[in-house]
C-alpha cells in the first residue's frame, strides 16, 4: 500500500485517497504480468532441457540445468540466418524505395500548386483504407505477369508508395521554413538540389519514424509472402517461422518452436528496448499503416 | 506595340479564345509538370497495385475457368452468386463480424483501462506500458507459435495452470464452440497495447483546468470519467475503432498458422477463404468476387472514417 501511495503521490490532493484509480492501476499492473507471460514462457522453454519431458513443459519456473540445445536445434533445423537475410532484404528494399517515393510526393502536396491537387490528395488517402493485403489475389496475378512470381521484389513492390508517408513527409517539409529554400533559390539550386540538400536533412526524425513503422510492419507480413514467394531459399522469417512450426508441432518438439520464435523476434525486441520512446511516438504517429 | 494591339485583336476573335483556353490550360499544365513529375513514382505503383488492382478485381470477378488450364469465359454475375451461396463464405462473413466485434470491445475497453492507468509518466508506468506494448511488434505468425503451446490439450500452459479449475478440460483450438474465441484471445492480446498508445495520446488533449475544476467540485473518477474525459477521447474513440475493425479484416496470419479455418470451418475469417480460393482451389473467379464484397464493405467503412480523418488531416 505504501508503494501504492508513492506511485500516486503526485496526483491532485483531491483524488489521492479514490480508491478506483488504484484499483484500476493493480488491475493494468496484473494485466501486465498476463500479458508478459507468453514471452516469459518463451525464454524458459527455449532454455529446458528435452530430458524434463512434455509434462513439465508448461512450467513457468526455469529449469536448474539450463541448455542451449533448443537453439541449436532451431538453428540447424530452420535455415533462420537464410530467412532473416531475406527479410532484412525485403525491408530495406521496401524502405529505400518508399524513402524516394514519399519524399518526392511528400514535397510536391507540401510546396507546391498544382492542377488537381486536392483528387490526387484523395487517390492517396483512399489507400490507407486500401491496404495492399486485401488486394492479394489481383496483386500476385500482377506479380506473376511482370515476371516477378517467386521473386524478392516480386514481394516488395505492393508497397513502394505509402500514402501514410507521403503525409508524414508533407507534414514535416510543412514545417520548414521557406526562407531556407528562397535562399538556396537565389544560389542557383534546382528543385530536386533543393530537396536533397535542404528538406530532407532537416526531416531526419520523421524519416526515422517512417523507417520504424515501415520496417515493423514489413518484417511482420505474412500472408503476401507466403503467397509470392515458393522456394523455401526465399522465404521471409515469418513464412520459415511458420514451414518451421508446422514441422516441430508434428514431433512435439516446443523447446526447440520456443526457441525459433525467439530468433525471429529478437531483433525487434533488442532494437524496440534501446530505442523504446522513439518507437512509441513513431506508432502514435502511424494511426493506419 | 500596345497602341496596336487593341486593333489587331477583333480580326481574329473566334479562334484566339478556344486557342486562349488551350494555352491557359498548357501554361497551368506547365506549371503543375514539376510536381506531377514528383508524384509520377508514387502513383505509378498506386495505379499498378492499389486502383489496378480493383479494376482487375472487378474483371476477375465476371469470368471463369471450367478448369485451371481452360481458357477464361464471361460468366456475368455468377461467380458472386456462387461466392453468396457458398456457406464457406457465409459463415467466414459470420466469424468475421463475431470476431470483429468480440476482438474490438474488449481491446479498445483494455487500451482505455491501461492508458487511464498509465496516463502519468514515471519510471513505473513506462516500464508498464512497454511490457503492454511488447505483443505489437511481434509477427502475428510469432504470437501464434507461442499461443499453439499455450493453447495445448492436457500438457499446455493453460491447462497446465488452470485446467485444474475447470471441470472438464475443453480442447481449446479443437473444439468448434471455442477455437474462434481463442483466436480473438491472441488478438486482443497482441493489439490491445497499440490502441492504448492512442487513448494515452488522446488523454492529453484533456483540458487541466477543467478536470482540476471538477476536483473542486468534488466530481468522483466516475463522473470524471463519463463527464469529461469520454467526451474529450471521442475521436479517438472513432479513430481506433475504424483501426480495429480494418485489423479484424486484415490480419489472419494466426487463422492459417493455428486453425487453417478448421475445426469444420469454426475460425475461417474472409480474408483466409480468399486466400483458400485463389491459392488451394485455383478459383480466381470466386476468389475476386469474395474480394470484391469485401471491398465494397471496406468502401463503406472508408466513407465512414474519411470524417473521422478529417479531423487528423487538414486536407491539402
Same mark, same amino acid.
Given at each position: 500500500?505504501?508503494?501504492?501511495?508513492?506511485?500516486?503521490?503526485?496526483?491532485?490532493?483531491? @483524488?489521492?485517497?479514490?480508491?478506483?484509480?488504484?484499483?484500476?492501476?493493480? *488491475? @493494468?499492473?496484473?494485466?501486465?504480468?498476463?500479458?508478459?507471460?507468453?514471452?516469459?514462457?518463451?525464454?524458459?522453454?527455449?532454455?529446458?532441457?528435452?530430458?524434463?519431458?512434455?509434462?513439465?513443459?508448461?512450467?513457468?519456473?526455469?529449469? *536448474?540445468?539450463?541448455?542451449?540445445?533448443?537453439?541449436?536445434?532451431?538453428?540447424?533445423?530452420?535455415?533462420? $540466418?537464410?530467412?532473416?537475410?531475406?527479410?532484412?532484404?525485403?525491408?530495406?528494399?521496401?524502405?529505400?524505395?518508399?524513402?524516394?517515393?514519399?519524399?518526392?510526393?511528400?514535397?510536391?502536396?507540401?510546396?507546391?500548386?498544382?492542377?488537381?491537387? @486536392?483528387?490526387?490528395?484523395?487517390?492517396?488517402?483512399?489507400?490507407?483504407?486500401?491496404? $495492399?493485403?486485401?488486394?492479394?489475389?489481383?496483386?500476385?496475378?500482377?506479380?506473376?505477369?511482370?515476371?516477378?512470381?517467386?521473386?524478392?521484389?516480386?514481394?516488395?513492390?505492393?508497397?513502394?508508395?505509402?500514402?501514410?508517408?507521403?503525409?508524414?513527409?508533407?507534414?514535416?517539409?510543412?514545417?520548414?521554413?521557406?526562407?531556407?529554400?528562397?535562399?538556396?533559390?537565389?544560389?542557383?539550386?534546382?528543385?530536386? #538540389?533543393?530537396?536533397? +540538400?535542404?528538406?530532407?536533412?532537416?526531416?531526419?526524425?520523421?524519416?526515422?519514424?517512417?523507417?520504424?513503422?515501415?520496417?515493423?510492419? +514489413?518484417?511482420?507480413?505474412?500472408?503476401?509472402?507466403?503467397?509470392?514467394?515458393?522456394?523455401?531459399?526465399?522465404?521471409?522469417?515469418?513464412?520459415?517461422?511458420?514451414?518451421?512450426?508446422?514441422?516441430?508441432?508434428?514431433?512435439?518438439?516446443?523447446?526447440?518452436?520456443?526457441?525459433?520464435?525467439?530468433?525471429?523476434?529478437?531483433?525487434?525486441?533488442?532494437?524496440?528496448?534501446?530505442?523504446?520512446?522513439?518507437?512509441?511516438?513513431?506508432?502514435?504517429?502511424?494511426?493506419?499503416? | 506595340?500596345?497602341?496596336?494591339?487593341?486593333?489587331?485583336?477583333?480580326?481574329?476573335?473566334?479562334?484566339?479564345?478556344?486557342?486562349?483556353?488551350?494555352?491557359?490550360?498548357?501554361?497551368?499544365?506547365?506549371?503543375?509538370?514539376?510536381?506531377?513529375?514528383?508524384?509520377?513514382?508514387?502513383?505509378?505503383?498506386?495505379?499498378?497495385?492499389?486502383?489496378?488492382?480493383?479494376?482487375?478485381?472487378?474483371?476477375?470477378?465476371?469470368? #471463369?475457368?471450367?478448369?485451371?488450364?481452360?481458357?477464361?469465359?464471361?460468366?456475368?454475375?455468377?461467380?458472386?452468386?456462387?461466392?453468396?451461396? %457458398?456457406?464457406?463464405?457465409?459463415?467466414?462473413?459470420?466469424?468475421?463480424?463475431?470476431?470483429?466485434?468480440?476482438?474490438?470491445?474488449?481491446?479498445?475497453?483494455? /487500451?482505455?483501462?491501461?492508458?487511464?492507468?498509465?496516463?502519468?509518466?514515471?519510471?513505473?508506468?513506462?516500464?508498464?506500458?512497454?511490457?503492454?506494448?511488447?505483443?505489437?511488434?511481434?509477427?502475428?505468425? /510469432?504470437?501464434? /507459435?507461442?499461443?499453439?503451446?499455450?493453447?495445448?490439450?492436457?500438457?499446455?500452459?493453460?491447462?497446465?495452470?488452470?485446467?485444474?479449475?475447470?471441470?472438464?478440460?475443453?480442447?481449446?483450438?479443437? %473444439?468448434?464452440?471455442?477455437?474462434?474465441?481463442?483466436?480473438? !484471445?491472441?488478438?486482443?492480446?497482441?493489439?490491445?497495447?497499440?490502441?492504448?498508445?492512442?487513448?494515452?495520446?488522446? *488523454?492529453?488533449? !484533456?483540458?487541466? %483546468?477543467?478536470?482540476?475544476?471538477? +476536483?473542486?467540485?468534488?466530481?468522483?473518477?466516475?463522473?470524471?470519467?463519463?463527464?469529461?474525459?469520454?467526451?474529450?477521447?471521442?475521436? @479517438?474513440?472513432?479513430?481506433?475503432?475504424?483501426?480495429?475493425?480494418?485489423?479484424?479484416?486484415?490480419?489472419?496470419? +494466426?487463422?492459417?498458422?493455428?486453425?487453417?479455418?478448421?475445426?469444420?470451418?469454426?475460425?475461417?475469417?474472409?480474408?483466409?477463404?480468399?486466400? #483458400?480460393?485463389?491459392?488451394?482451389?485455383?478459383?480466381?473467379?470466386?476468389?475476386?468476387?469474395?474480394?470484391?464484397?469485401?471491398?465494397?464493405?471496406?468502401?463503406?467503412?472508408?466513407?465512414?472514417?474519411?470524417?473521422?480523418?478529417?479531423?487528423?488531416?487538414?486536407?491539402?
Amino acid at each position: 500500500m505504501k508503494l501504492l501511495d508513492r506511485l500516486f503521490r503526485d496526483t491532485p490532493l483531491a @483524488t489521492r485517497n479514490e480508491i478506483t484509480p488504484k484499483l484500476g492501476f493493480l *488491475l @493494468t499492473v496484473l494485466l501486465a504480468i498476463v500479458w508478459l507471460i507468453p514471452f516469459l514462457w518463451m525464454g524458459v522453454a527455449t532454455l529446458r532441457p528435452a530430458s524434463d519431458g512434455i509434462n513439465l513443459m508448461a512450467e513457468l519456473m526455469p529449469s *536448474l540445468k539450463p541448455t542451449l540445445d533448443n537453439i541449436r536445434d532451431a538453428w540447424e533445423i530452420g535455415d533462420f $540466418p537464410r530467412y532473416t537475410l531475406n527479410t532484412v532484404l525485403i525491408c530495406t528494399g521496401i524502405l529505400l524505395v518508399q524513402f524516394v517515393t514519399i519524399t518526392l510526393a511528400g514535397f510536391a502536396f507540401a510546396r507546391l500548386e498544382f492542377a488537381g491537387k @486536392t483528387p490526387i490528395f484523395y487517390l492517396f488517402l483512399m489507400q490507407l483504407m486500401l491496404v $495492399p493485403v486485401l488486394l492479394i489475389v489481383p496483386n500476385l496475378s500482377l506479380v506473376a505477369q511482370l515476371g516477378l512470381y517467386d521473386t524478392l521484389t516480386g514481394v516488395m513492390m505492393p508497397f513502394f508508395a505509402s500514402a501514410f508517408g507521403t503525409f508524414l513527409m508533407r507534414q514535416a517539409f510543412e514545417a520548414i521554413p521557406t526562407e531556407l529554400e528562397d535562399a538556396a533559390l537565389i544560389d542557383g539550386a534546382s528543385l530536386l #538540389q533543393r530537396i536533397r +540538400h535542404i528538406y530532407v536533412p532537416l526531416s531526419m526524425p520523421s524519416f526515422s519514424a517512417f523507417a520504424i513503422i515501415s520496417v515493423t510492419s +514489413h518484417w511482420n507480413d505474412f500472408l503476401w509472402p507466403l503467397m509470392v514467394i515458393n522456394s523455401p531459399d526465399k522465404r521471409p522469417l515469418t513464412v520459415g517461422l511458420s514451414v518451421f512450426t508446422a514441422t516441430a508441432e508434428g514431433t512435439q518438439a516446443w523447446g526447440t518452436i520456443a526457441a525459433g520464435t525467439l530468433m525471429v523476434i529478437a531483433p525487434l525486441l533488442i532494437t524496440f528496448l534501446i530505442f523504446q520512446k522513439r518507437f512509441i511516438s513513431s506508432f502514435v504517429t502511424s494511426g493506419i499503416k | 506595340m500596345s497602341l496596336a494591339e487593341p486593333a489587331a485583336l477583333p480580326v481574329a476573335a473566334s479562334a484566339p479564345a478556344r486557342l486562349h483556353i488551350v494555352t491557359r490550360f498548357s501554361h497551368r499544365f506547365k506549371t503543375s509538370l514539376p510536381a506531377y513529375l514528383l508524384l509520377l513514382p508514387s502513383l505509378v505503383f498506386l495505379a499498378l497495385f492499389t486502383y489496378g488492382a480493383m479494376g482487375r478485381v472487378l474483371v476477375d470477378a465476371l469470368y #471463369q475457368r471450367a478448369t485451371p488450364k481452360a481458357p477464361v469465359r464471361f460468366v456475368g454475375l455468377d461467380n458472386i452468386a456462387a461466392v453468396l451461396a %457458398d456457406s464457406a463464405f457465409t459463415g467466414a462473413v459470420v466469424n468475421n463480424l463475431v470476431y470483429a466485434v468480440g476482438t474490438a470491445i474488449p481491446s479498445i475497453g483494455l /487500451a482505455l483501462l491501461f492508458a487511464l492507468a498509465l496516463s502519468r509518466t514515471n519510471a513505473v508506468n513506462s516500464a508498464l506500458r512497454a511490457a503492454l506494448f511488447l505483443p505489437v511488434l511481434i509477427p502475428m505468425v /510469432a504470437a501464434s /507459435a507461442l499461443f499453439l503451446f499455450i493453447f495445448l490439450p492436457n500438457v499446455g500452459l493453460l491447462d497446465y495452470y488452470i485446467g485444474s479449475l475447470l471441470p472438464v478440460l475443453p480442447n481449446w483450438l479443437g %473444439d468448434s464452440d471455442i477455437a474462434l474465441y481463442a483466436i480473438m !484471445v491472441i488478438t486482443i492480446w497482441k493489439n490491445a497495447g497499440y490502441y492504448m498508445l492512442f487513448f494515452l495520446a488522446g *488523454l492529453q488533449a !484533456v483540458p487541466e %483546468d477543467v478536470m482540476e475544476a471538477a +476536483h473542486l467540485d468534488g466530481a468522483g473518477p466516475y463522473q470524471r470519467l463519463r463527464h469529461i474525459i469520454m467526451p474529450e477521447l471521442k475521436p @479517438t474513440f472513432l479513430f481506433v475503432t475504424v483501426i480495429a475493425i480494418l485489423n479484424a479484416v486484415t490480419q489472419v496470419d +494466426h487463422v492459417f498458422v493455428m486453425t487453417k479455418g478448421g475445426p469444420s470451418n469454426a475460425t475461417n475469417l474472409v480474408l483466409f477463404y480468399i486466400y #483458400q480460393q485463389a491459392v488451394e482451389h485455383y478459383d480466381i473467379g470466386k476468389a475476386s468476387a469474395a474480394t470484391l464484397l469485401t471491398l465494397a464493405a471496406l468502401m463503406g467503412l472508408t466513407a465512414l472514417s474519411f470524417r473521422t480523418m478529417a479531423n487528423r488531416e487538414d486536407g491539402p
